[in-house]
């Protein structure tokens, strides 16, 4: 998914594991930011349709994208900021800002901005907003400038390390309404990747306040809630369900009534939806060891385990999959299962009571994963012919050891930085710096770079069909769950698709019943 090395940072919701690290997914991390927000009004104030939309969140908020470090957070910002892309209600990449792109080799792209997107001071929004925006994210001290390397951007390595002119980095105006981009290899999924809340633009014109290109402003900032109104310029003023917005912050404890939309939250007597999350959660086999680069072997491991009963007391929250794609990107049913002679097939390959099959399973010594790995013992143990040692690491040991190679059988999963199947299957081509497990099929590797050549959406799509079902084939990691966000949502809303897995809700979209 990656070709960048990320730090550990993940708050609670796992926005940013994807970009950060694996296995980050589930660690937590204390923010603390201020959360002021210097306003700018418009000179023409949108007219009040409905009533307002309260967002409740347990952290301060930021106005700068740079500044970004949990889901909170970026939920605000995609409602005050807009990027040339979008997510639909779906989860689908629909032009925002860009109304239309394109390339010839899927390396030097040009994106054509719309001439109605304007800042909520009447300005356009026009191309060099954008450049300056990334620079300033190259020159920052987040975390979220390596975001600049992933998408594969031009000279991006060389400026985040100081060896080359910010001027270099690969984006530039043509036009105040044409950006061009260039990268360092083909990258066809870039549009989607684009949807990244690190990469929404910054107002750099004269001093006035905040101001916004989003479909809202700050209006103002009252004790622990920051009320947005309707940006006026907004090019799709007129789709908008709700002309007010409040973000008000809760403390744990706090009742829920009078919120509409609170992720993650801490009350446990309020009924929650299971938003699926692109993230996957699942064991990597080493291939470089003997045994696990035998497929029988793998085969019959995975076989023996069953995820529904792995995640048992959990299956709300965790969804239980034989597969190590988010289900939204898995394409076409597999074929019928079929059963495994485990014991026939492990002896076939000269696994033998008098010679088991031993392996190493390490795993995190804590929490619900420490759970799911004693479990996971107990299932193989459960065959005369395989002898589990369990090795539980503390998280931070689990992290050096996968990156080390210093594993047999390890516990593992993904999350997507964007809603694109590459950012699952790359991982697991030969060359690639997250392919840790030293995975080795030539036809995948073959497959995957073709699906980088330009080529139609159609063939790009079969393409990964193809990898996935030889990925599926191998048994390249024993798949468990697919991670899911608990969302208290009120019962009067809609617009908001629950099957949509960026896990993104737009304000904008959402409506009122009547």
Known sequence: MSSFKRPTILPSAVLFCAIFSLTSCDQPKQVTINNSAPTQTPT???????????????????????KLQNDEQANFLRDILEGLVIYDPQGNIIPAVAESWQTKDNKVWT?????????????????DDFVQSWRKLATSNSPLKEYLAFINLQHATE????????????????????????L???TPHLPAMLAHPALLPQYFGEPQGFVSNGAYYVKDQQGDEIHLAQ????????????????????????????????????????QVTYLPKLCTYYYEFNFNDPSLAKSAVRKSLVFLASARNLVRGEQQARLASNHFLPQSMQGEPENAWSPVLVEQLLQQNGITEKSPLVLRLTFDQ??????????????????????????????QTLLEKRAKGDFQIIRSGWCADYNDPSAFLMNFYSKSPDNKSAYHNEKVDALL???????????RTALYQQVSQLLQQDNVVL??????????????LQGIDKQNPTNVIYSKDVKQIN
Do not use: C
């Open 159 to 182: 400026v985040l390390q100081g060896e080359a002119d910010l001027a270099q980095l690969g984006v530039q105006a043509l036009s105040p309404q044409q950006l061009e981009i260039r």
């Open 479 to 492: 798949p468990v769950f697919q991670y899911t966000t608990p969302v208290y949502l009120s019962p009067n």
């Open 184 to 186: 360092e290899k083909a």
């Open 111 to 127: 994106f054509n901005l719309r001439e109605s997107a304007k800042w909520s001071n009447g300005l356009p929004v026009t191309a």
């Open 44 to 66: 023409t104030e949108p007219e009040v349709r409905i009533p307002h939309l309260v967002r409740g969140v347990y952290g301060d908020l930021v106005i700068s994208p740079e």
């Open 449 to 459: 770079e073709q699906s980088l050549q330009p080529i139609s959406t159609q063939k």
């Open 231 to 270: 940006n006026p310029y907004y090019w799709q003023a007129e789709n908008m369900g709700f002309s007010l917005v409040d973000y008000k912050k809760l403390t744990p404890n706090q009742d829920l009534t009078g919120i509409d939309i609170v992720a993650n939250p801490k009350q446990s007597n309020v």
């Open 366 to 395: 804590e929490g619900f994963n420490h759970t799911i790995g004693q479990r996971l013992v107990q299932m193989w143990s459960q065959s005369d012919l395989i002898h589990i040692q369990a090795d539980p690491v503390p998280w």
